[in-house]
């Protein structure tokens, strides 16, 4: 395989990814987009794409207060967007390296492709979430796969670099080798597979359920090849979103809960992530709000209601585990570190770096009704896996559960994944190496 361009190392660091979004507007209805509802519906105040002044003042701001040094910029559907040369030449100019998250169909026109590599786009990421009919039918436009498969000769001969994106819905597990192995004759970098997590519009939908839903024990069984297939091919994979034990032990490496994603170069800072998911910043209309300091992100990004369940949630978790007097300090400390943490980021004082990250995956998680088995009680590595999605587990209930047992309880969240090789792309050699 080609590796010109990068390198690949274990040394584990904080991302500088930001993410935008242009607009929910596609040219495909995905069963799972997180973004459906605001797709479908033209009056939806974030279905619009925004100006070009105002995509460009967010990547200025990405780069000049947040430090941002690359961007995934997204739709919707990020090439239809009729600027997007400009957009991708500004973040160029400016320092900001230029990923568009894609499905590429626009892409089989092969001038939109060089005109899109000319314009400077660092990679793509395209999103390969199924093969043929069963691709068609998942995004609901007949024929797409075809044109998906002609972009991606379009973005080979462009010598564009390209990752993949796969959601694994249930019809797509059988044809997960045939991806990977597309990904691997392509010569994709990395691929990326993202199990059931529904957010935004997806949260508590009830398009979902067994019916299209993968169940993480079927997952297991047909990603376990997969992961093998991918390390015998030197590319770098990535599982989202799965409870930790849901992987044999050789592939908790490649797992990426919400505690691991700020170590995922290719994932997004949680920092300016939380400023561009605010509603000015998505939205075609109306001013961009201040950027947030990174001291108070979990603060100033949790709405009321989600704090309020946060507390509850740490209380009563708090009282199930503890019911005596006699909880040990160690796991205590766990449980208060939150509220300790939150204070001292409000007063701006002996916080790690890394710590504002971590909190803020538990503001996530917390976002997302995501809950344990009992069985995790006896997991060593509770501490860094966010156990089920709310939304899962009121599909499946959490059995799948199976508890991991090292005789020593973990804290790091890069416990595992510091044994995975990462691919760093020449231009962050510099302080990713
Ligand atoms: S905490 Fe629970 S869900 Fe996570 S690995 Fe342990 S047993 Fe599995």
């Known amino acids: 395989m080609n590796t010109a361009g990068y390198k690949?190392?274990?040394?584990?660091?904080?991302?500088?990814?930001?993410v935008m979004w242009l607009g929910q507007t596609c040219n495909l209805r995905c069963q799972f987009c997180y973004f459906l509802e605001r797709i479908e519906s033209a009056s939806h105040k974030e279905h619009p794409f925004m100006t070009l002044e105002k995509a460009k003042a967010i990547c200025s701001c990405l780069f000049d207060f947040y430090h941002n040094n690359a961007i995934d910029i997204q739709g919707g559907e990020p090439t239809l967007?009729?600027?997007?040369?400009?957009?991708?030449?500004?973040?160029?100019?400016?320092?900001?390296l230029p990923t568009l998250?894609?499905?590429?169909?626009?892409?089989?026109?092969?001038?939109?492709?060089?005109?899109?590599k000319a314009a400077g786009v660092r990679d793509l990421l395209i999103s390969v979430h199924g093969l043929g009919d069963n691709y068609d039918s998942l995004v609901g436009v007949k024929g797409a796969s075809k044109k998906q498969m002609k972009a991606l000769e379009n973005i080979i001969a462009e010598g564009?670099?390209?990752?993949?994106?796969?959601v694994l819905s249930k019809t797509t597990?059988?044809?997960?080798?045939?991806?990977?192995?597309?990904?691997h004759s392509t010569g994709a970098r990395v691929v990326n597979f993202i199990t059931f997590n529904p957010f935004e519009d997806q949260h508590n939908s009830d398009k979902l359920s067994a019916g299209n839903v993968a169940n993480y024990t079927d997952v297991k069984s047909y990603l376990t090849p997969v992961m093998d297939f991918l390390e015998d091919v030197g590319i770098e994979c990535n599982v989202r979103y799965l409870p930790m034990c849901l992987a044999e032990e050789r592939h908790r490496k490649n797992i990426y809960n919400f505690q691991q994603n700020p170590y995922d170069l290719h994932e997004w800072d949680y920092v300016s992530w939380s400023w561009t998911a605010l509603k000015p910043q998505r939205m075609r209309d109306g001013e961009l709000t201040k950027p947030i300091d990174r001291r108070t992100i979990s603060l100033e990004t949790m709405q009321f209601p989600v704090a309020l369940k946060f507390a509850t949630d740490a209380i009563q978790k708090?009282?199930?585990?503890?019911?005596?007097?006699?909880?040990?300090?160690?796991?205590?400390?766990?449980?208060?570190?939150?509220v300790v943490n939150t204070v001292k980021q409000k007063l701006g004082k002996g916080v790690r770096e890394e710590n504002f990250y971590r909190e803020n995956a538990l503001v996530r998680t917390s976002q997302c009704d995501y809950c344990y088995s009992d069985k995790c009680k006896r997991c060593s590595v509770q501490e860094i896996c966010d156990g089920f999605h709310g939304d899962y587990a009121s599909i499946f209930g959490t059995?799948?559960?199976r508890a991991i047992e090292l005789g020593l309880k973990i804290y790091d969240p890069a416990y595992y994944i510091s044994k995975q090789e990462k691919v760093v792309e020449e231009e962050?050699?510099?302080?990713?190496l």
């Open 173 to 183: 597990l059988p044809e997960l080798m045939a991806i990977s192995e597309l990904a």
């Open 160 to 166: 564009i670099p390209f990752r993949f994106n796969c």
């Open 8 to 18: 690949k190392t274990q040394k584990r660091v904080l991302n500088r990814r930001a």
């Open 318 to 338: 708090l009282i199930r585990t503890y019911p005596g007097t006699r909880a040990p300090i160690e796991a205590l400390y766990r449980d208060v570190s939150f």
């Open 81 to 96: 967007y009729k600027e997007i040369l400009e957009l991708t030449q500004h973040c160029r100019t400016i320092g900001l």
């Open 101 to 116: 998250i894609t499905n590429a169909i626009l892409l089989s026109n092969r001038s939109r492709c060089s005109d899109l």
């Open 399 to 401: 059995d799948d559960a």
């Open 428 to 432: 962050d050699y510099d302080w990713a």
